[in-house]
């Protein structure tokens, strides 16, 4: 069946640490696949996306991710972690071995930075 | 500066009430998204449009639901009659999906309340 999820529903991290969220998912396919960032009382922004192409991607914010097709994952990380990175990030797939063009998002990751 | 306009952002109704929620997705999109996000089922596709017609409605609940683009600037979200368990922030986002690539833009999103 074809799913995504992400591990570690809150995640901590001291400002200036490492930041690695984590996203597998499951498809007998390659999907193309999303990273956003959702902070409080707003919509969704896109931080990056891999489609096709290079596996490590670049987003905004610094933030980037690798698509690991032998892993089936596609882990988000940061080098060093700023207070406004504070907030909720969702990795999204869109599943290639269906018609369907709409995003099947993972259950979210919050993501804490202690001062 | 592009984005998608949400409209009402919070709506407070009771409980048989028909509630309408409106979405201008970015000028020259072709698809239009509705989804729901609540604390347990997180974030679920309810339904999506390509260049104004229904694609796919199956996470929608059809018997109080409905979801209609009457042009490319106006997509409308309806629940009649409304229900407590309705009670969720739902978001409209927009993409110009070519071939198999689907970036979404969301918008703030509508609270929802039904007491």
């Known amino acids: 069946a074809q799913s995504v999820t992400q591990l570690g529903s809150h995640v901590s991290v001291s400002e200036g640490a490492l930041v690695l969220l984590r996203c597998n998912y499951s498809?007998?396919?390659?999907?193309?696949l999303f990273w956003y960032v959702q902070y409080p009382n707003q919509g969704l922004q896109l931080l990056l996306k891999y489609t096709t192409g290079a596996t490590l991607v670049k987003g905004i914010n610094g933030f980037e991710a690798e698509f690991k097709k032998s892993e089936t994952s596609f882990h988000l990380t940061k080098p060093s972690a700023h207070m406004s990175d504070a907030a909720e990030y969702f990795c999204?797939?869109?599943?290639?071995?269906?018609?369907?063009?709409?995003?099947?998002f993972g259950s979210g990751t919050r993501l804490q930075v202690q001062p | 500066d592009a984005r998608v306009t949400q409209t009402p952002r919070h709506k407070v109704t009771e409980m048989g009430q028909e509630v309408t929620m409106r979405c201008q997705p970015i000028l020259g999109h072709n698809t239009v998204f509705w989804y729901r996000q609540t604390m347990m089922q997180g974030l679920e596709l309810l339904a999506y449009?390509?260049?104004?017609?229904?694609?796919?409605d199956s996470g929608m609940p059809k018997d109080r639901f409905s979801a209609e683009m009457p042009d490319a600037t106006l997509a409308t979200l309806k629940i009649q009659p409304s229900e407590p368990r309705d009670s969720a922030v739902y978001f409209c986002?927009?993409?110009?999906?070519?071939?198999?690539?689907?970036?979404?833009?969301f918008g703030q999103g509508t609270r929802l309340t039904v007491v």
């Open positions: 999204a797939v869109t599943f290639m071995d269906t018609g369907r063009r709409a995003l099947t």
């Open positions: 449009f390509r260049n104004r017609a229904p694609l796919d």
């Open positions: 986002a927009s993409g110009l999906v070519l071939g198999r690539d689907t970036e979404a833009f």
């Open positions: 498809s007998s396919v390659p999907p193309y």
